[in-house]
């Protein structure tokens, strides 16, 4: 085994590899022959994912200083070293599935990033640095301990998609409904005990068309006599299903059919047999 990995460590470092596999290799530490001499310069991504290690090497940006992803979900790490805001050109970090119960305030110098995932661990808290990650657009920070958000959080511009299910959250962050770019907000099973719903920009892009006219594109159905779409009211006409075509397949007959109309003329003209 140790001799596979290092023969697979030796190719990646003779042919340049931008890519390496070292997921499931039952890892308690930080293989040696990657930190060695001078390290592996051409590598972009390192995988990692369920092994056993339980921290990071403190010369990591040193000895890889061009990994844009590390993925390191399903280990055990407890602490990451200072020296991971060294790596300044990662883009992802994974670090999901793990023991850690602090982030150091150095992770707000990868200002590169642009992927965290911290889901499973036993956070308690995040530094406030995170709000200096400029370029941050997804943050998971579901199942974790956490009972607030840091508010510095809400100047991470970029952020598209924030998850923190599963946490003691007890208030969304109101700065954070600002975010311009935030399309995805969850925050389920938390402690929740209200919403900022008095927040314009937070009610407009989740739960309103910009305009009227967006509606005309989304009809809640057609109506079954005249085929317009319908958008607002609907007339539903209720017939026993023996009287449609659906009969021959369906043989509880008891079950009724739904036909919808768009207006009552439309309602009182509309026939099955007809
Ligand atoms: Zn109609």
Not at 66 to 93: R, T
Not at 243 to 267: D, K, N
Request: glycine share 2%; charged share 20%.
């Amino acid at each position: 085994m140790a001799s596979e990995l290092h023969e697979t460590i030796f190719t990646a470092k003779q042919e340049r590899h931008k890519n390496l596999f070292l997921n499931y290799r039952n890892l308690n530490i930080f293989p040696v022959e990657l930190l060695k001499d001078e390290g592996l310069q051409f590598l972009e991504r390192l995988y990692m994912k369920r092994n056993s290690l339980t921290t990071l090497p403190e010369n990591l940006a040193q000895k890889l200083p061009n990994l844009i992803e590390l993925y390191l979900h399903s280990n055990n790490i407890a602490i990451i070293p200072q020296a991971i805001g060294n790596l300044v050109k990662l883009q992802s970090l994974d670090l999901s599935d793990n023991a850690l119960q602090v982030i150091c305030p150095e992770i707000g110098r990868l200002r590169s990033l642009r992927h965290l995932r911290l889901a499973n661990n036993q956070l308690k808290f995040l530094p406030q640095e995170l709000g200096d990650l400029k370029e941050l657009e997804t943050l998971d920070v579901s199942m974790n301990l956490l009972r607030t958000l840091p508010e510095r959080l809400a100047q991470c511009l970029s952020l598209q998609c924030l998850t923190a299910d599963r946490n003691r959250l007890h208030c969304i962050p109101r700065q954070l409904c600002l975010l311009p770019d935030l399309n995805e907000l969850s925050m389920a099973a938390n402690c929740l005990t209200s919403l900022p719903l008095d927040s314009q920009k937070f009610l407009s892009p989740f739960l309103l068309p910009n305009s009227l006219l967006d509606l005309l594109q989304c009809p809640l159905g057609h109506c079954h006599r005249c085929s317009q779409p319908m958008f607002t009211i609907v007339y539903p006409k209720l017939f026993p299903l023996r009287e449609t075509a659906l009969a021959g397949v369906h043989r509880r007959t008891t079950v009724s059919f739904v036909a919808y109309c768009c207006s009552s003329q439309c309602l009182q003209m509309f026939d099955l047999q007809s």
